[in-house]
């Protein structure tokens, strides 16, 4: 079945550092691409997405693009801000008469000033 | 941006007992979702609903959930006997019909379940 895989956490940043967040995808057919954020208490917000093969999500400086060939949707960011602390998890959606959105494990990411 | 209102944010409950969670949607949202994440672990899906109708549920939904709207509006998650392993956080989460063809999901602020 369709999975998503993306690296354990947490991960541990200085402000101003580069972050990545590597996340791979098994699937059928050809699914869109998404980054969620969850922030402490919160629920999950969209951070980014990509519906089909080259596209680069983009928002709040994050970026990720869609790659066919490796199968991955890495989320980086150029230079990290406390503010980013936060759970990011990749996900993917499938449309099977309804899209069901299949999550990874989630990252834990925390910035120190 | 409408938002998913959902209710109680927080229950406490004995094992056993019955447990409603209530999503509040907007009216021109096609597909509703409930997912639960249990503390520190994954999102799960366990339902999708259209029409009035569940269009596909999970292995985790079995014969202890049911999902209904009942009057056009609340979108309700029932369990029915709960167990101490139904504690997590449920979120209900809608598709609306400009990015029906994206997949793209918004989120409610989750309702956390705890079952003594």
């Known amino acids: 079945g369709d999975s998503v895989t993306q690296m354990e956490g947490p991960v541990t940043l200085s402000e101003e550092a580069f972050l990545t967040i590597n996340c791979t995808y098994t699937a059928t057919g050809y699914p869109s691409l998404f980054w969620y954020v969850q922030y402490p208490g919160e629920g999950l917000q969209l951070l980014l997405k990509?519906?089909?093969?080259?596209d680069k999500g983009s928002n709040k400086g994050f970026e990720a693009t869609y790659r066919k060939e490796t199968t991955s949707f890495h989320l980086e960011k150029g230079s990290v801000q406390v503010s980013d602390s936060a759970v990011y998890f990749c996900?993917?959606?499938?449309?099977?008469?309804?899209?069901?959105?299949?999550f990874g494990a989630g990252t834990r990411l925390f910035v120190k000033a | 941006e409408p938002e998913v209102t959902q209710t109680p944010s927080h229950q406490v409950t004995q094992m056993g007992q019955e447990v409603i969670l209530r999503c509040v949607p907007i009216s021109n949202h096609l597909y509703f979702y409930w997912y639960r994440q249990i503390l520190g672990q994954k999102v799960e899906f366990l339902v999708s609903f259209y029409n009035n109708e569940i269009s596909e549920k999970s292995e985790i939904f079995d014969d202890q959930f049911s999902v209904e709207r009942p009057d056009g509006s609340n979108f309700t998650l029932k369990i029915r006997s709960t167990k101490l392993e139904d504690s997590a956080m449920y979120f209900c989460a809608r598709q609306q019909r400009d990015t029906i063809g994206t997949g793209e999901l918004f989120f409610g602020e989750g309702s956390r379940l705890t079952v003594l």
């Open positions: 996900a993917l959606a499938t449309n099977t008469g309804g899209f069901k959105t299949i």
């Open positions: 990509a519906t089909k093969a080259d």
